[in-house]
Structure formats: structure tokens, C-alpha cells
């Protein structure tokens, strides 16, 4: 039974940063990091899969966003920079099997609770 738990979130101002924790109770091979903000899908930021021997970021998001890896603690990392409003919203950690590696969130069946970021202007 995998349970993922997200930390981190926080408020911040436009051109801060942040560091988003998830700590998992089994590693799946493909982990990845959602936001949603009410009244809209979740949209993926970030996935990494077999360990970090893959990153994927949407174009949107590549140059502010880095997700990693701690194999040894199990947690998974999402690292943000230059954040900007729109940024706000909940971010989750999800998990799939590497097979199942994408942006669509119904592929993912594992998630975590949710961590809030709000960044002000």
C-alpha cells in the first residue's frame, strides 16, 4: 500500500522560491508532481521516472522547476524558483507504475493530500 504525503507549500512573494516534499511509503517508477487550482484540471509540472534516469517538465514550466530523488529517504523533491501568481494553486505528488508515465492525471492512481503554495504579487 503506497501512501505519498506532501510538505513544503507556504506563502511567498512573486520572484521567491520554494522546496515541495514528498515522502512515500514505496517508490513506484514513475512519481510526478500536479497542481490544480480550483475550477481547472490538474496540470502536471514535473515527473521523474526510474530513479531520476528521466525528468520531463512541460515547456512552461522548464527553467523554474526541478524535480529529484532521494532513493535512500524516499522522498521526492520539487524545487521552484522565480515563482509568479499564477503559480499559486495546490500541488500534489502523484505515483504510477513507469508504464503508465504521463500528463494525464487520470493515469495516476496514487496521490498524496496536497501541499498549498500561494505566491503574492
Known amino acids: 500500500h503506497v501512501q505519498l504525503v506532501e510538505s513544503g507549500g507556504g506563502s511567498v512573494q512573486a520572484g521567491g522560491s520554494l522546496t515541495l516534499r514528498c515522502t512515500y511509503t514505496?517508490?513506484?517508477?514513475?512519481m510526478a508532481w500536479f497542481r490544480q487550482t480550483p475550477g481547472k484540471e490538474r496540470e502536471g509540472v514535473a515527473r521523474?521516472?526510474?530513479?531520476?534516469?528521466?525528468?520531463t517538465y512541460p515547456d512552461s514550466q522548464k527553467g523554474r522547476i526541478a524535480i529529484s530523488q532521494d532513493t535512500a529517504e524516499n522522498i521526492l523533491y520539487l524545487g521552484m524558483i522565480n515563482l509568479k501568481p499564477d503559480d499559486s494553486a495546490m500541488y500534489y505528488c502523484?505515483?504510477?507504475?513507469?508504464?503508465?508515465?504521463?500528463?494525464?492525471?487520470?493515469?495516476?492512481?496514487?496521490w498524496g493530500q496536497g501541499t498549498q503554495v500561494t505566491v503574492s504579487s
Open positions: 514505496k517508490r513506484l517508477g514513475c
Open positions: 502523484a505515483a504510477a507504475p513507469s508504464w503508465e508515465c504521463s500528463w494525464r492525471a487520470s493515469e495516476y492512481k496514487i
Open positions: 521523474i521516472v526510474s530513479a531520476g534516469a528521466l525528468t
